[in-house]
């Protein structure tokens, strides 16, 4: 059974470490240096831990020993295989040795290659879908209306329609010439389409600027709850008698 | 005094200390309003909400795999997301596999918010869910590429050995065996994929599922532009936001959706519908507002003082 | 010939089956055959690194470009080899020949393969935590500046270690629930450090942000040119856009000039974000998704092909 008084230990111990690490905000001192490094610290420590009890034991060393059968479970054989990985994997360590660095890009070497035999069927699966929907109808098939109207014909495509699809495949191409051809050139077309680029791209920014903020203020928001509405008025106000 | 700055000067080079202890003061004076504000929600939220709460799309009783990739660090976002979500899984009686590949901690998060929303459950004298029966925890699975490589390939072998245990039992068994994966052998036979993330592990989703189940996301702002675009291709089939997405959906549980040409989708009135999202939406606005304020200030103040130069 | 093909080299790797028959690449578990398995293959493993120590350095780059292609080549068989019928076919109701057995073995193999990257990378990552250890503990040795600090770090990394691996134990050996109910040391330990402190933490230094990004909003975004006039627009759109009273209120106002007017109702903030999210932002994104897929096929290709600088020299 947790201890009653545990939760609101707990809740202090966090709020201490919140207030350590928002010191920063006035300056860097040996407080907040203090909470930085046991930050660091623990993270590295969880992390020693993770790779064996989350990672290695269940995906690498079960499978390479098995199971026996225990009530309502099969016994699952070992595969004996899986054993090559370990001196794989101490290959890496030897970055640290002057004359046989060079053994340590064999593990990286394999994860790079498996990612970049992904990478052809990730291509297509990622973008071909967003290719196929950018080519859009540039022409329109009603004249009833210019405007779109707020119950649309299901199908139709009118031309204030067409003039946003006109404006997206603008952005798209110009923006993509912007990355494509980023090389100087003489065309003043290029030329003219990578400026066009660069300041529609400024309009997607705006937009990824503005939610990011909304992350980022959340995250905040989310602390400050923590400390004033969990910690002091649900946790401490109760505990000395408050409402 | 030649070098006395002027105020336009000084409204310029506002010290950020004060910026600092503003916006902290705004926050927090916002959080202590309990005001439900209110929203209209945007094409992506409802269409996630349609593809939740719409039984055509989501049976009731049906199964759904959903990851969950959040931990603390973005807990303000997808701690409501999750909420808001296990409150219409819960209340349709769809059972979940709960799964993690980004962070090891996430499982135990993601628990802890089942345990929550169980809570509420049961002072609200509601069915509360169990282990094995309704949910069953795969656990987390290290390299997100290749694990959702696996899941899409097979699913079953991807998540072989996993065990939970059941309740009244003491030996935990193969997932497979529960009610809520009996029936569930390839990711195409659940009706959606769900994510929650605070990382790209939404994007990986995307590439290694490639079309096989109809996927759904949660997502924080940072990820939504990117997402959106991924929305917009229909590859993903519905999307929340960040705390703006967490309001909408919160929005759309007390008042259901009606869309021309499009059934209706129920609400969930007289339940617990705002949480998190509504508790910090007000906060949010203020902070927006502060922020807004100080760019026009700065703008403002610049160009009073060239005109004055 | 063809029986002995499917008998001896489709169980390789391909352990899909739920409850697998014995054969050359298993061994019952808990027996001295599996272990004397492992320990031989370990041996071959640690052989094979006696001899790259040993080898020639014109080899160096041949070795380390073979590693590569391999691992990437079976990807590229996955996407290019027909695909099975259904994976999820039993064994011995699966179609024969020898097209079938490959793409019957490539889908299997799948989840098999994707498992090494991950055990590859969690021997790697122990690399980060060595260099880390090993640069603190020398900084306390040589009493450098601010040595206490790594002091700290070193005690909360071992504490970490030890309660998360204690508690991982205790939980392995009574169960879970018998865990959250006792609530043993090893419980409390990892609680308070890993939910109490860690979690908190990187909550907070991720909140930091907020306070930076009005800072840095507040000083750099100044309408100074053409680039930065649009992006402080469609940031300001953007924001207003996340706040749904504004959004409610500007949307009803211009409801109240008419509702039924298409044309007045393209003002809507909703109508407008949207515009701006679904013309201009979304192509926007999707210009630079595409650049960065381009780049990351390219250089998948040059790496798969050793064209690019990774191999030994």
Known sequence: MQSESYPIIKLFVGVACTVGLYSVLYRETKFY?????????????????????????????????????????????????????????????????????????????????????QQVQVWFTRYGPQMQSSM????????????????PEAGAVYPAQVIGNLIFLLTLLSAMSYFLFSFETKSKLFNGMTTWGRWLLMIGFGAIFGSTVMTRFTLMIDRMYFVFIEFFQQGLIPLIGGR | MANEKT?????????????????????????????????????????????LVDDEALPEG????????????????????MEALLRILMRRNIKFALLSVADPQAPLVARNVIRAINLERKAKNQR?????????????????????????ANFKTAVAGRKETPPGSATPLDVFQSPVLSKVSKVEDVPVYINVTGSKTSNILIERLGGRVPFAALVTGVMGPETLNYYQSGQVKGVAIGLNGVAEMESLMEKGLVE????????????????RGMAYYLALHTCLVLMIVAVVVGNVAMVAARKKK | ?????????????????????????????????????????????????????????????????????????????????????????????????????????????????????????????????????????????????????????LVSMVAMATFGYWDWKTRLDLGGAKVDEAWPLAAYGKDLLFDGMLQVMEAAMFSLIAFFILSAAYRAFRIRSVEATILLCAALIAMLNLMGAVVVTWDGMIESFGKDNAFVMNFTLSSVAGFIRDNL?????????????????????????????????
């Not at chain 1, 859009?136 to 405007?147: D, H, Q, R, V």
């Not at chain 3, 122990?126 to 600090?149: C, E, T």
């Not at chain 3, 979304?282 to 780049?295: E, N, Q, Y």
Request: glycine share 8%; proline share 7%; hydrophobic share 50%.
């Open chain 3, 1 to 153: 010939m063809e029986a002995g093909w499917r008998h001896a080299v489709i169980p390789w790797l391909a352990q899909a089956p739920a409850a697998p028959a014995l054969n050359m690449w298993n061994a019952p578990a808990g027996t001295p055959e599996i272990w004397m398995k492992v320990g031989i293959a370990m041996l071959a493993g640690f052989g094979l690194l006696a001899a790259l120590i040993a080898a020639p350095t014109r080899l160096r780059r041949p070795i380390s470009g073979a590693f590569i292609f391999l691992a990437g080549l079976f990807w590229v068989l996955v996407f290019l080899f027909p695909k099975p019928i259904d994976s999820q076919t039993p064994h011995e109701q699966r179609p024969r020949g020898f097209v079938q057995d490959v793409s019957f073995w490539l889908a299997d193999a799948i989840p098999v393969v994707s498992n090494f990257s991950n055990i590859l990378t969690a021997f790697i990552l122990g690399l980060g935590v060595f260099s880390l250890v090993r640069i603190h503990l020398m900084r306390v040795a040589k009493k450098q500046n601010d040595w206490p600090f790594s002091v700290v770090l």
């Open chain 2, 62 to 81: 049906s199964t759904v795999i959903l990851q969950s990739d959040w931990t603390q660090s973005t807990r303000g976002e997808s701690a409501g997301q």
């Open chain 3, 281 to 313: 932002q979304t192509p926007g994104i999707r210009a630079i998704d595409f650049g960065i897929g381009l780049g990351a096929l390219a250089m998948g290709l040059r790496l798969w092909l050793s064209l690019e600088r990774v191999g030994g020299n």
């Open chain 2, 128 to 152: 509360e869910y169990q282990v094995w029966e309704d949910y069953v925890n795969l656990g987390y699975f290290p390299n997100a590429e290749g694990t959702s490589n696996a899941i899409a």
């Open chain 1, 33 to 117: 240096r203090f909470f930085e490094h046991m930050f660091l610290g623990l993270a590295a420590g969880w992390a020693m831990f993770a790779l064996w009890g989350e990672t290695l034991k269940s995906t690498w060393w079960d499978r390479m020993v098995g199971s026996v059968a225990d009530e309502g479970n099969p016994a699952v054989p070992g595969y004996w295989a899986w054993a090559l990985l370990l001196p794989i994997g101490v290959m890496a360590y030897f970055v640290v040795s002057k004359k046989h660095n060079w053994i340590s890009r064999i593990p990286i070497g394999i994860i790079l290659g498996l990612w970049s035999g």
């Open chain 1, 136 to 151: 859009k109808p540039l022409f329109p098939t009603t004249w009833s209306e210019f405007i779109t109207p707020l119950q």
């Open chain 2, 7 to 51: 105020i336009w000067e000084k409204l310029q080079a506002i010290d950020r200390r004060v910026l600092y202890t503003l916006l902290m003061v705004i926050a927090t004076v916002s959080l202590f309003f309990k005001v439900n504000v209110p929203t209209k929600p945007g094409q992506p939220t409802k269409d996630l909400y349609r593809l």
């Open chain 2, 260 to 275: 021309t040409g499009k059934p209706e989708v129920k609400s969930f009135a007289g339940e617990t519908n705002y949480g």
